[in-house]
């Protein structure tokens, strides 16, 4: 049924449909209303045999989910930014006892400074944490991919992280399809638990393990997550044959397959690629857009052979690792040592600056004359910047900081302006 | 002596204070007793010689599995007691168990309740379990919110008074005086400084939650009546239990029940229970006696005894009279 | 649940410590041990007062009977005039207050008397054996040797059996329906016993009797005599002769003001009687200081409650007419000494308790007996110089009560069996003694004594009912479930339960418990935590 909502009420009415049983939750900007109307779907009577628990921390909530996963129950709960990093010792834990936890990360920035707008810093923090984490373009991906994710994270007995921009999706109104319970019902069968506290069977689940053991578990955990590759790209298949819409899997690439130009990105911002792409076709300019949606586990092969006819792929992404630049960039890169491919790296959109199509012309009109550097930091105000390098370069020695941002293009790039 | 005496005599029995009792009726013996018993941790495991936690541990739940009719599921914060049960590829455990992180048992516990609640299970509890650190300072937030939420999860905190499991360092269940890794017994504050440290029976009373007790390892019928009193509960519910660590004391591995019987003989561990934020009722000491008894056997008092910090042991005394007199302990 | 898909390592099946065998960490094993409880030490019967104990404790009296008489045929008498070493011995004294052994024996003793529970002879041997003298001793004699099939006949120079049971305890103390009934019993056991019957030739009589062993149980019936200065003109008479004819119910001389004079029991015994006797006034006249009185302390409370005047420190030094001459002493080194200060006093009798010696008469035409500080000299097994000739009791060297004197009956029976099997009599080993120090007694519950029941003291003095009431079976109960089971296990489940490695295993009921080494790490709280001592620790062997 077509509905005007915003995308996160859309969401938690999936996630209603999906017959959750326990929904831990701690209110945290932009992931609140959410969990917000969850409480009252359950309050309303409307989503019935579900437990809703407004608990004292993100780190609680999660705890919780591991209990109640542990004891076998659908579970599901909502972060964002600071949450995501008070829960961090529960997400590491929660993927390392292999228990099916669904999560919607609202994704934010991380302070200091606090910011509550929308990057994707929290979702590159636990990008080692051993879930599955997805990234959706459209607010009717989040419905679709969030239906998806129960029954992934069932499957594989793995929790999965739905990753959804905050404000720019979480609070965006647009007409979305929710689909029905009945199919909803098709598509997600009711949880069968790889392990469960049961007084019938009792089981240890937790336990310690040595170095005798332990890097045998952490390849057990990363061969669990290439199994995923495949299984993720066949629930989407089956989803799309069932709900006859495009949502999901490991990649999906946009635009003419043989362009020699291809943006690589997670999220919404490929919304507003794909419009720029709109234009510059009219103008004759052809450029590739390559979403990845799932970016733990990483499809390495997959993003290869999508870039496999490009020339120059530019790695777009809202976060950076600080000392290195971009991590999207370097996985990018390892995934496609292969190709002969010119990869350049741009960081952009951090805590809530917009991703102007204007902004994102310059890039590829940079690319097109071959001007692009191998990293940028897109609408950096290059003055601002400069002045307090210089008032810091008065207190400090000169030219080392100034070597670093050269090194790292921004006095280049600056020059360009 | 009148017939209304003649329950008196049957109550004076040889032992009746110990485990068992050849005497007493069947119904009347401790769980601890019987060949039945759930033996919730089992032989095999990697506790140090003489224990407290592992006896206390399974004192307990053994307990919770009677009055439940054996429907236990349990969660456990990282510390001595996950790490001497569950390595790899040996558990301990006879029950369902899941541990989880240091700080969040008392959470993880609530998520079960949570999981059991939307199932309409109402036949399996849960209890939640981890030492005095994870109790105390690292998972006290989730403790609170877990009270606060009056979730149903009976919290068992088995307190020996330090990170043992790290290397004795101290919690805030230290007690004042006690020498520890991180509070060596240096300076003109030797040991863990008084003034410093929380009850947390008093706090989690506080919160007036149904029910809070707190038990110790030597009074296993006391400890026993508490764990199926607080199974009676629904809510959250609250003991702690003292169980000495011969390891970060520096008692004799055979002194552990001794100790955890001294504590409480001499004022130092109060035994008392409160419902819904009041004191109901306490465990009257039985034969009182000085704190230096109980300080004695333990090297991580030893300073105290020195001249020069007499002032200390003043304070320790002053410590048990305050017990006596708060709980009626006489 | 998929059982066979199930995380690698995190996640683990039950039971699987078990193969983690943490014996092996350990360098002391516990072992279960039976020690000596130290009533049973204390014990002159060598009674197994602790099992008899236990068997009250659960209600079964006849069993209960039945271990006393193991060991004493006479537990309603000894329940009442046993001296009961056994509970100044008894560990609880240091907790509280000894258990009273002693009002339970009677308590037992009466059952076996209520129920008129009765004794068997062994299978007949064959062999008689001659006994002179039916006190304790020869009683306990002729009881422990019919036990075994022994011929036995009995020689007794009073016109009833009992020796200083009848004629040297008072009635008060000693009701003589519970002595006659005990005596009967034992002698139903096919005793011939032959009164007032005196044996002037020991050999003699062996002989034309075929004895093929004799024991000599004749007590200590000679009353001392001390000489006084001056001209008395009140009557001078011996404890044993006072105590004899009030037995007989004889004239009765103890009237007016009575001096007794001496320390022991028997003095006391005089005293009491004479207050029952309707003497107006009873002083007890001693040298000791009041602690080193031979009497022992409930027979001078007794004494001192009735109205018995007592005068420590005193020496008897002259009598004149009715007035005797008191010399003050004071404590010495060793004795009390004379400090010259005298003083008078009026009497109207004077009753010597200050002891008795073996009427050495009986051995006159016996040149092989020989006797040694005023006792039948006997080797380790009681046996005189001649062999076949045994002596117990007062006569021969013991502590002159009744309680030895049982004692000393019961092992002379055993050494007269050695004898007569042609072999020596061999006592078992005695385990090691359990000291306080080695219970826990935490966990014995608060049991304040059960005090018996005591005739009020003025009623006392009116004649001589028995003073010291009966427990009922419920205090009997109580009383002996204060025994904490020195240094035997009682099952009390404490080390089952308290082992953190749960190492032991719980055999059921009667069966006791066994550690399994696999497991237990040696900690020794087990046998910390023992309330009993019936576990030591031992070092491993490598």
Redesign the interface.
């Known amino acids: 049924m077509l509905q005007q909502i915003s995308g996160s009420i859309a969401v938690a009415e999936a996630i209603a449909l999906c017959r959750p ?2 929904i ?1 939750c701690y209110p945290i900007t932009p992931q609140t209303h959410i969990v917000e109307h969850l409480s009252e779907l359950i309050k309303s009577g409307q989503l019935k ?3 809703y ?5 993100e ?3 999660l ?11 659908r ?1 599901y709960t909502a972060t964002a930014s600071q949450g995501l990093l008070f829960m961090m ?2 997400v590491y ?1 929660a993927s ?3 228990l099916p936890i669904v999560m919607t990360l609202g994704n934010r920035a991380i302070g200091a400074p606090i910011n509550i707008w929308n990057d994707h810093s929290d979702a590159m923090s636990a990008r080692d944490a051993g879930w599955i984490q997805l990234f959706v373009e459209s607010n009717q991906q989040a419905v679709d991919v969030h239906i998806q994710a129960f029954r992934l994270a069932e499957a594989l ?1 793995l929790p999965v992280m739905v990753n959804m921009d905050g404000f720019i999706l979480t609070h965006a109104v647009t007409r979305i399809d929710i689909p029905n319970q009945q199919q909803v019902d098709g598509f997600l069968p009711p949880l ?8 019938r ?10 170095p ?2 332990f890097t ?2 952490r390849y ?1 955990a990363h061969h669990a997550q290439k199994q995923a590759l495949a299984v993720i790209e066949q629930q989407a298949a089956e989803f799309e044959q069932i709900f006859g819409r495009d949502s999901g899997g490991l990649v999906k690439y946009y635009g003419n397959e043989n362009a020699e130009i291809v943006f690589v990105a997670m999220g919404s911002v490929i919304g507003s690629l794909r419009e720029m792409q709109r234009q510059t076709a009219e103008e004759g300019i052809d450029f590739g857009i390559l979403s990845l949606r799932s970016f733990r586990p990483f499809p390495a092969q997959v993003i290869s052979l999508a870039l496999g006819k490009a020339k120059s792929a530019i790695v777009f992404e809202k976060s950076f690792a600080v000392g290195m630049g971009g991590v999207l960039t370097s996985e990018v890169h390892m995934a496609t040592e292969a190709n002969d491919l010119k990869i350049h790296s741009v960081i952009g959109g951090l805590g809530g600056r917009s991703i102007t199509i204007k902004s994102l012309r310059k890039l590829l009109d940079a690319a097109l004359k071959n001007e692009l550097p191998n990293e940028t930091f897109m609408d950096l105000d290059t003055a601002t910047v400069e002045r307090e390098i210089e008032r810091q370069q008065d207190q400090a020695s000169g030219p080392v900081a100034e070597n670093i941002l050269r090194d790292v293009g921004v006095v280049s790039a600056s020059k360009t302006h | 002596m009148s017939d209304s005496n003649s329950q008196t005599v049957k109550f004076y029995q040889t032992g009746t204070f110990t485990v068992g009792n050849r005497l007493l009726d069947e119904s009347l013996r401790t769980v601890q007793a019987t060949t039945e018993r759930s033996n919730s941790i089992d032989s095999g495991h990697r506790a140090c010689q003489g224990c407290g936690q592992a006896l206390g541990a399974r004192y307990a739940l053994d307990a919770a599995m009677r009055a439940t009719d054996n429907n236990i599921i349990a969660a456990n914060a990282t510390g001595c007691l996950e790490v001497f049960t569950t390595p790899y590829p040996e558990t301990a455990w006879s029950i369902p168990w899941l541990h989880s992180v240091f700080g969040n048992a008392a959470a993880v516990g609530s998520g079960m309740a949570a999981a059991l609640k939307a199932r309409g299970d109402t036949t399996t509890r849960v209890i939640a379990q981890g030492g005095d650190g994870g109790t105390t300072d690292i998972g006290f937030g989730c403790l609170s919110g877990m009270f606060d939420r009056n979730d149903d999860v009976l919290y068992i905190c088995y307190d020996n008074g330090g990170y043992m499991n790290t290397g004795v360092q101290r919690s805030s269940a230290t007690p004042p005086a006690a020498r520890t890794a991180t509070t060596m017994p240096l300076g003109d504050n030797p040991g863990s400084s008084f003034d410093t440290g929380k009850f947390l029976p008093a706090i989690a009373l506080a919160h007036e939650i149904p029910y809070v007790a707190t038990a110790s390892v030597h009074d296993l019928h006391d400890l026993e009546r508490k764990v199926e009193k607080a199974m009676s509960f629904h809510g959250a519910r609250y003991i702690q239990i003292n169980v000495p660590c011969p390891l970060g004391w520096g008692s004799e591995p055979a002194h552990t029940i001794r100790l955890a019987r001294l504590a409480v003989e001499s004022g130092l561990w109060p035994l008392f229970e409160g419902e819904r934020g009041e004191v109901t009722d306490s465990t009257k000491i039985r034969y009182q006696v000085p704190v230096e008894d109980y300080l004695k056997l333990q090297k991580r008092f030893a300073h105290v005894f020195k001249p020069e910090n007499l002032d200390q042991l003043e304070a320790i005394r002053a410590l048990a009279l305050k017990n006596i007199r708060r709980y009626h302990l006489v | 649940m998929n059982q066979q898909n199930k995380p690698f390592a995190i996640t683990l099946d039950v039971g699987s410590s078990h193969l983690n065998k943490t014996g092996s960490w350990r360098s002391m094993r516990p072992e279960y041990v039976d020690r000596l409880p130290p009533c049973n030490k204390a014990c002159p019967s060598g009674e197994d007062i602790q099992g008899w104990l236990s068997l009250t404790e659960e209600k079964k009296y006849h069993q209960a009977w039945q271990l006393i008489t193991r060991d004493n045929p006479f537990p309603a008498v000894m329940g009442r005039v046993c001296y009961h070493s056994c509970e100044g011995a008894c560990n609880r004294g240091q907790l509280d207050l000894p258990v009273g052994i002693n009002s339970v024996e009677r308590f037992i003793g009466d059952q076996g008397l209520i129920n008129n529970w009765q004794f068997s002879a062994g299978t007949d041997t064959g062999k008689k054996v001659m006994i002179i003298g039916s006190g304790p001793a020869g009683l306990a004699a002729a009881y422990h040797l019919r036990r075994l099939g022994h011929a036995v006949t009995m020689f007794e120079a009073a016109v009833k059996p009992g020796g200083m049971m009848r004629y040297g305890i008072p009635k008060y103390r000693l009701p003589r329906e519970k002595l006659n009934a005990e005596i009967d019993r034992v002698l139903d056991m096919g005793v011939d016993i032959r009164l007032n019957q005196r044996v002037d030739d020991i050999e003699q009589t062996r002989r034309e009797g075929g004895f093929d062993a004799v024991l000599i149980a004749i007590g200590a019936q000679h009353s001392r005599h001390l000489e006084f200065a001056g001209e008395p003109s009140i009557p001078i008479i011996d404890a044993l002769t006072v105590l004899r004819d009030t037995e007989l119910e004889k004239h009765n001389r103890l009237v007016g003001r009575v001096v007794v004079y001496g320390g022991g029991n028997s003095a006391m015994d005089v005293a009491r009687t004479a207050i029952r006797m309707g003497a107006r006034d009873v002083t007890v006249v001693a040298r000791q200081e009041q602690q080193h009185l031979t009497a022992h302390r409930f027979e001078i409370k007794e004494a001192v409650e009735e109205g018995t005047r007592l005068m420590t420190l005193h020496s008897i030094t002259a009598i004149n007419g009715n007035e005797l001459t008191l010399e003050k002493l004071k404590p010495g080194d060793s004795h009390p000494v004379a400090t010259g200060e005298t003083e008078t006093f009026s009497a109207d009798v004077l009753v010597l308790a200050v002891g008795q010696d073996v009427d050495e008469s009986v051995l006159e035409n016996s040149p092989d007996l020989a006797v040694e500080n005023g006792v039948i000299a006997v080797d380790e097994r009681l046996q005189t110089k001649s062999p076949g000739i045994f002596a117990a009791g007062d006569a021969a060297p013991s502590q002159r009560n009744v309680t030895s004197a049982l004692g000393q009956g019961k092992k002379a029976a055993r050494a007269i069996h050695a004898f007569l099997n042609g072999s020596l009599y061999q006592p078992a080993p005695q385990h090691e003694v359990v000291e306080f120090n080695m219970l826990e007694p935490w966990y014995y519950a608060d049991a304040p004594r059960t005090a018996q029941p005591h005739l009020e003291a003025v009623r006392r003095k009116n004649g001589f009912a028995e003073v010291v009431g009966d427990l009922d079976s419920e205090h009997a109960t109580y009383e002996s479930r204060r025994c904490m089971s020195c240094g035997n296990c009682f099952e009390c489940d404490n080390c089952y339960g308290i082992c953190p490695d749960n190492a032991i295993k719980k055999l059921g009921p009667g069966k006791g418990f066994e550690f399994k080494y696999d497991y237990c790490k040696g900690c020794g709280m087990c046998e910390a935590e023992c309330p009993c001592g019936a576990i030591r620790m031992v070092a491993e062997e490598i």
């Open positions: 049983e326990v831990p045999g579900c437990t628990e407004n608990v004292e921390s780190f609680a909530s705890s919780l989910c591991i209990g109640s996963s542990g004891a076998g129950a579970t010792e529960a834990n390392g006892l292999s007995s069968v638990p790889r392990q469960q506290l049961d007084v069977a009792p089981i240890t689940i937790g336990a310690m393990v040595g005798d053991a045998e578990v057990l």
